[in-house]
């Protein structure tokens, strides 16, 4: 997972799956929230409301600086958080020492900017906020929730103690519980919500991806337990008929002839069934292909209308067709971010036309695919065998559309009044 988690990063847009798309978000929310409120917070007070005296303005720097190292030390530290937070990767037991030992400095600066008189009191309780939800953003990701607001509830009485010995003012102590509670409860809601949200989702694309896999793997045990019914028995005749045979003609009985006819027999029997079988797996019934495509784009938030009547068709003609629903509809999921998905079913003047239509193709087209079962050279080759034609592009901008067109009089309908 972890491979695939780095990998997309260097993947468009567009090839990200929507889970990739909401952490891309959240981590890049995040990096803009340490920022936005050390410069709202921190930088623009600080520089209005800085007295302008030599100790004030040093201090004023060295808290700028330790404000700006310690949200780059945080959004360097981000990613590794989350990664613990999804179990990922072990976060190392020391990797927030640095972040910790820079909010550790930022508040003593700020408390001995109000011990120097250096700046107004509502600009050093709004540093002390700046400086807190940093470090507090990637603290309350990583231990329990318990424990991260057990340690702000005694950070907010050292703080009050120490800004109130400085100050003994009771709004301002007042003030600095306030941002220590808003810092804590923004960490907990902004950030701790956030990734849990984020855990819950990729759970669910794992759960996704899982269901596929056992679906597969119910389908081939379908395929060998429909295999060795059909053939289980048939084997075991023929071992005993032919162990028969092999006695018979060593005595020299003409019966032998007999029992090789019958092996023989037994075994064009068997081929027949096993092509049934296989014909079976391999066909696909349109009428089960639009019905299931539909519900599984709108399962993926995709609305897909469907039109048209898939009854009386050809055999042949319904499984070609059932396959262009299933490999368009498979591109649709994969290849694009569609909002919108039309599947029409047409038959004019003895044919039949479908038309499958999504507005998600981006700037590139799905890709052709290379093998006769899959792609878009599957299906013409598959619509071949009907005297079928395939054609796909671009109609609009980001609009891409497949149209597959049997004709009524071709071989399938021979095929199908000949049987």
């Not at 079988?277 to 938030?301: F, I, K, M, N, T």
Request: hydrophobic letters at 45%; charged letters at 20%; a neutral charge.
């Amino acid at each position: 997972m972890l491979g695939r988690i780095r990998g997309w990063q260097r993947r468009h847009w567009k090839d990200r799956s929507k889970a990739e798309r909401v952490e891309f978000q959240t981590l890049g929310t995040w990096y803009f929230t340490t920022w936005f409120f050390s410069f709202a917070w921190l930088a623009l007070p600080l520089v209005g409301g800085l007295e302008q005296r030599p100790a004030p303005l040093l201090v004023g720097g060295l808290l700028l600086l330790s404000s700006a190292l310690q949200c780059a030390e945080a959004n360097r530290l981000t990613r590794p958080v989350l990664d613990h937070y999804l179990q990922r990767s072990e976060l190392p037991p020391r990797a927030l020492y640095p972040t910790a030992a820079l909010l550790a400095v930022t508040l003593v600066l700020d408390l001995a900017l109000t011990v120097l008189g250096g700046a107004d009191p509502v600009t050093v309780r709004l540093c002390i906020g700046a400086a807190l939800l940093p470090f507090g953003m990637l603290y309350g990701i990583v231990v329990p929730i318990r424990q991260f607001l057990r340690h702000s509830a005694l950070l907010a009485v050292l703080l009050m103690a120490a800004f109130g010995w400085a100050e003994p003012d009771m709004a301002g102590i007042l003030m600095v519980g306030f941002l220590t509670a808003f810092a804590t409860c923004f960490s907990l809601f902004a950030c701790r919500c956030s990734a849990w949200n984020l855990a819950v989702l990729w759970e669910a694309d794992r759960a996704g991806e899982v269901e596929a896999r056992l679906a597969v793997a119910e389908e081939r045990l379908r395929f060998g337990r429909d295999l060795h019914d059909v053939m289980g028995r048939n084997l075991a005749v023929i071992a005993l008929k032919s162990e028969l045979a092999v006695q018979l003609a060593r005595r020299g009985r003409p019966e032998a002839v007999e029992q090789m006819i019958e092996v023989q027999r037994i075994a064009q029997d068997s081929q027949r069934e096993v092509r049934a079988v296989v014909r079976g797996y391999r066909e696909a019934d349109l009428g089960v292909e639009l019905a299931g495509a539909q519900g599984v784009l709108r399962a993926a938030g995709i609305m897909c209308e469907v039109s048209g009547e898939s009854s009386g068709l050809p055999a042949e003609v319904q499984s070609a067709l059932g396959w262009v629903v299933r490999e368009t509809t498979t591109n649709v999921l994969r290849h694009g971010d569609a909002g919108r998905c039309s599947v029409a079913l047409r038959m004019p003047e003895g044919r039949v036309v479908l038309t499958v239509e999504n507005d998600g193709a981006g700037s590139v087209a799905p890709e052709s695919g290379g093998g006769g079962g899959s792609g878009l050279t599957g299906l013409r080759e598959r619509l071949q065998g009907v005297d079928g034609t395939l054609e796909a592009g671009f109609v609009g901008p980001g609009v891409f559309r497949v149209v597959a067109e049997v004709p009524l009089s071709g071989k399938a309908a021979v095929r199908e009044v000949t049987s």
